[in-house]
């Protein structure tokens, strides 16, 4: 008897397991060959176990059709070499002042350090994924952001020539790329990441541009986070920027996903990324998870 309820326990899971595998269907059909470029930052991506689950879910998305670009932030372990060397980290309107040796350290941290971990951490989950940064065949021509106040080396994106991604994603890697990039003179430029995976969403032609983060989404009231808006239309998304809506670090996530619908992105999306396996609940359930923009 009691072997019998074992071999009942492990069917219905294998039950459930087939269930979960037959609703994903009309997703994986759907989605098959599409671009989902995905913005990966926040605390969850310095917890190796939670960045390589991630990974594992972008490999999975690799394996069923789906062809993923990675654009990573990197903003403590930036700190983390400007404190180790002396130097004090400041920011104007969140954005890092940037001189020439902060510039050096930005590079060295990005492309040199989180850009090699996430490329390794696809790679031990049986994918094939390639490290570039914006530099990298002309991908991003970048050029200084202009304001108030001189921010150093801080730039914006003036162009995207994406052939070097095409070329990659044709040849079976998963791209990961550092915000990093060049002007015309060769100057070299810190961006924005969220910006810039933004951009680089509608020059792909990408069919998903999805936001990692640490919040749950869009909020009605950012102190609830019960209040989670689970869809806005582009109009509704530009009426809450303008009327102070949205505060903090969210501004700049909601005006990059206003950018990429811009440039031709049909979907942005917004989710946490500290919740397991996040970017298979938003692709591949009807419930999915955080804020579509549309």
Known sequence: MVELQAVMRVSDEAKLQAEVLVQ??????????????????????????????VMQD?????CVGIRPVIVHGGGPEISELMKRVGKQPQFVGG???????????????????????LV???QQQGGRAIGLSGKDGGLIRARKLEGEVDLGFVGEVESISPEVIHAALQAGYIPVISPVAMDAQGATYNLNADFAAGALAGALGAAKFILMTDVPGVLSDPDD??????ELSREQAQRMLENGRVSGGMI???QAC????????PRAHIIDGRIPHALLIEVFTDAGIGTMIR
């Not at 994903?24 to 939670?50: C, D, T």
């Not at 001189?99 to 060295?108: F, I, N, P, S």
Request: charge should be positive; glycine fraction near 8%.
């Open 24 to 53: 994903a269907l009309p997703y994986i059909q759907r989605w098959s060959g599409a671009i989902f470029v995905i913005k990966y930052g926040g605390a969850a991506m310095h917890e190796n176990g939670l960045a390589a689950q």
């Open 58 to 62: 972008v490999v999975l998305m690799h």
């Open 95 to 117: 954005l890092r002042i940037t001189d020439a040796e902060t510039m050096e350290l930005v590079e060295m941290a990005l492309t040199g350090k989180t850009n090699p971990r």
């Open 120 to 122: 390794a951490l696809i």
């Open 225 to 230: 986070p019960t209040s989670l808006i689970s």
């Open 252 to 254: 700049p996530k909601l």
């Open 258 to 265: 206003l950018d990429a619908l811009a440039r031709g992105c």
